[in-house]
C-alpha cells in the first residue's frame, strides 16, 4: 500500500482558532494523510497548554523563520502576524519543491500581516507574487462552487476592472482548471443591467462570455457552450438554477459569497486555482472572540473539507503527470 501523502499545514494567526482546530481534528486527518504543521514545537506547545491538551505524539513539524512570541489570544499584532507569514512561506516552498503533495492554510488576519509589513491582502494576493499568475480564488464545496472575478478591492472599483480581454482570461483559466461543462457568469448590476437601462458592464461581460465559448467549442466540440450569462444575481442561486449549474462566477466578493455563506457555511472551502502546486483553506476567519475560550464548540468540518480537497486534487495532478 502506497503512503499516505504529506500535506503541509501553514499554522495561521496563532493569536486565532486555527491550532486548536488543527490539534482537535488531527486524528480524523492522519486517517487520509500526514500532516506536517509550520510550526515551532514550542509555540505549539504554547498553544495547547493554553487550549488544556497535549500535543499529538505524531505531531511532524518545520519551525517558520521568524521570531517566537507570547501567544494573546484575541489580539492583532505584527509578530502574530509575521509569524503566520512566515509558515504560509516556508509551507509553500515545501509543496513547491515537491516535499509536500499540497499546503493547506489556517486563517491569517490581514491587518496583522499589515501591522508586521507584509505587503499583501492574503493568502491569494501572495500567491500571484510568488508564483507571477494570476491565480483564482474560489470557494465552496461540492455542491456548490463560486469563483470571484475581483476579490479583496472596494465596491466601487469593481466597475472598472470588467474588461473584456481580461475576463475572457479569466473564464477560460477558470474552465480549463475545474473542467467544468456548465459555468454561470453572473451580471455586475441589478437585472444584469436591464439591456443597459441599469449599467452597460453587462455588454463587456456577454463578449467575454461569447468569446469564451467560441474559443471552448473550437477547441473541444464536446463542450459545446460551457458559459451561460450574465446571469440576473438576484435569481442565480435559487434552487431552480441550481439545478443545472453548479459553478458560478461573481463579478465581486460579496456577490457570490454572501449566497454560497448562506447556503454551505460550515463545509465550504477557499481553493486557489490556475497555480502550479494545490492550495487549500478554510472558509473562515481567526474567530478571535472565541479563540481559547473554553466549553464552546469549535467547527472542524471546513478544515477537514480543505484537506481532503487538498488530498484529491494532489492525486488527480499525480495521475496526470
Request: with cysteine; charged share 25%.
Amino acid at each position: 500500500m502506497s503512503e499516505k501523502p504529506l500535506v503541509a499545514v501553514s499554522i495561521g494567526d496563532l493569536n486565532g482558532i486555527g491550532i486548536e482546530i488543527a490539534l482537535q481534528a488531527h486524528d480524523t486527518v492522519t486517517s487520509f494523510c500526514r500532516p506536517v504543521y509550520f510550526v515551532g514545537y514550542d509555540m505549539a506547545e504554547q498553544a495547547a497548554k493554553r487550549l488544556h491538551t497535549a500535543l499529538p505524539s505524531d505531531f511532524r513539524h518545520i519551525a517558520p523563520d521568524a521570531a517566537h512570541f507570547t501567544i494573546s489570544p484575541g489580539s492583532v499584532d505584527a509578530a502574530s502576524g509575521r509569524y503566520s507569514f512566515a509558515s504560509f512561506e516556508k509551507a509553500v516552498e515545501h509543496t513547491e519543491k515537491g516535499v509536500c503533495s499540497a499546503v493547506v492554510t489556517l486563517p491569517i488576519h490581514k491587518e496583522a500581516w499589515m501591522k508586521a509589513g507584509i505587503p499583501y491582502k492574503g493568502h491569494t494576493d501572495a500567491l500571484r507574487d510568488f508564483f507571477g499568475r494570476d491565480a483564482i480564488m474560489m470557494l465552496g464545496c461540492e455542491e456548490l462552487y463560486v469563483a470571484l472575478f475581483t476579490e479583496h478591492i472596494p465596491l466601487k472599483e469593481v466597475p472598472a476592472k470588467i474588461e473584456k480581454e481580461r475576463l475572457l482570461s479569466f473564464l477560460l483559466d477558470f474552465q480549463r482548471e475545474t473542467e467544468a461543462e456548465k459555468i454561470g457568469v453572473l451580471g455586475l448590476n441589478p437585472h444584469a443591467g436591464d439591456h443597459g437601462v441599469l449599467g452597460d458592464e453587462e455588454r463587456i461581460i456577454e463578449e467575454a462570455i461569447q468569446k469564451a465559448n467560441n474559443l471552448l467549442n473550437t477547441q473541444h466540440s464536446a463542450l459545446n457552450t460551457p458559459f451561460v450569462g450574465p446571469l440576473v444575481p438576484d435569481v442565480a442561486f435559487t434552487p431552480k438554477m441550481r439545478e443545472n449549474l453548479r459553478y458560478y462566477v461573481a463579478m465581486y466578493h460579496d456577490q457570490g459569497l454572501a449566497p454560497l455563506k448562506a447556503l454551505y457555511f460550515d463545509e465550504s472551502i477557499n481553493v486557489s486555482l490556475n497555480l502550479p502546486i494545490v492550495r487549500t483553506s478554510v472558509d473562515h476567519g481567526t474567530a478571535f472572540d472565541i479563540a481559547y475560550l473554553p466549553d464552546r464548540p469549535v467547527n472542524l468540518k471546513s478544515y477537514i473539507e480543505a484537506v481532503k480537497a487538498a488530498v484529491s486534487m494532489a492525486g488527480r495532478r499525480l495521475q496526470r503527470s
